[in-house]
């Protein structure tokens, strides 16, 4: 008994002085009596952190802030875990990164948008991923600081999965693979910025597989090879002339 009466004052007593130090200040919701609402305060007075506990844990919504007062941060919670929809945002206001959560996890829509050297959004997204259960599974997109496509792909359980395809900056197609979880399967085509084919193929189980042909920025085949499990069975040059 004694012991945990000694626990219990040296754990009260550190409350204190962090409550002190930082300016705490712990208060019910008089919306709901198992509540707190946990404020958080500089030695100006201003705002840094504010949310609410149930039972010890993080439950509702939190947010922070900067020394100046602007928000930075709101992030759902729901017994101490993620919870919903989580936003950051940055020190010029603008926002940059919303992210869905279930149970802690990411679940739901991933964006982010992209910002110039002062920290300005254009409201253009640079990425847009889907996630179930905490792994990408759906759609990923990203693009280049322009705007222009980068990546488009499919993705299951983490791992690519279905058509991938890359850009060009301008948004003429790069390559486009294909997938079966993780593993490059299916057929493959690249192409110069010009639109032009450069090169074509298939792969196995992450090999290349039977014949592959390579072009010039005219469109003119050049070469051919051929493969076996990865291995070249034979390569065959044409006058482009």
Do not use: C
Not at 64 to 83: C, F, Q, R, V, W
Request: no cysteine.
């Amino acid at each position: 008994m004694k012991t945990i009466l000694i626990f219990t004052t040296i754990l009260f007593t550190n409350q204190l002085l962090f409550a002190i130090e930082n300016d705490t200040i712990v208060s019910k919701d008089p919306e709901n009596s198992k509540r707190e609402i946990y404020i958080v305060k500089d030695e100006k007075g201003t705002v840094l952190i504010e949310g609410g506990y149930i039972g010890g844990k993080k439950d509702g919504l939190w947010r922070k802030y900067s020394p100046n007062g602007s928000l930075l941060e709101i992030t759902a919670y729901k017994n101490d875990l993620k919870d919903g929809l989580e936003i950051i945002i940055n020190k010029m206001g603008r926002l940059i990164r919303e992210q869905y959560y279930k149970e802690g996890k990411p679940h739901g829509v991933l964006r982010k948008f992209s910002t110039d050297k002062h920290g300005r959004t254009d409201a253009r997204l640079s990425l847009e991923e889907y996630y179930e259960n905490g792994e990408i599974s759906g759609f990923k997109r990203k693009t280049y600081a322009d705007g222009s496509p980068q990546e488009d792909g499919q993705w299951k359980g983490g791992k690519r999965h279905g058509v991938n395809k890359w850009y060009h900056k301008g948004g003429a197609l790069l390559a486009e693979y294909i997938y079966n979880n993780g593993v490059l399967d299916g057929l493959y085509k690249a192409y110069y910025s010009n639109g032009n084919l450069r090169q074509e193929g298939e792969y196995a189980n992450n090999l290349e597989e039977g014949e592959w042909k390579e072009y010039n920025e005219e469109g003119k085949l050049i070469k051919s090879i051929k493969y076996k499990k990865g291995e070249i069975i034979k390569t065959k040059e044409y006058n482009s002339k």
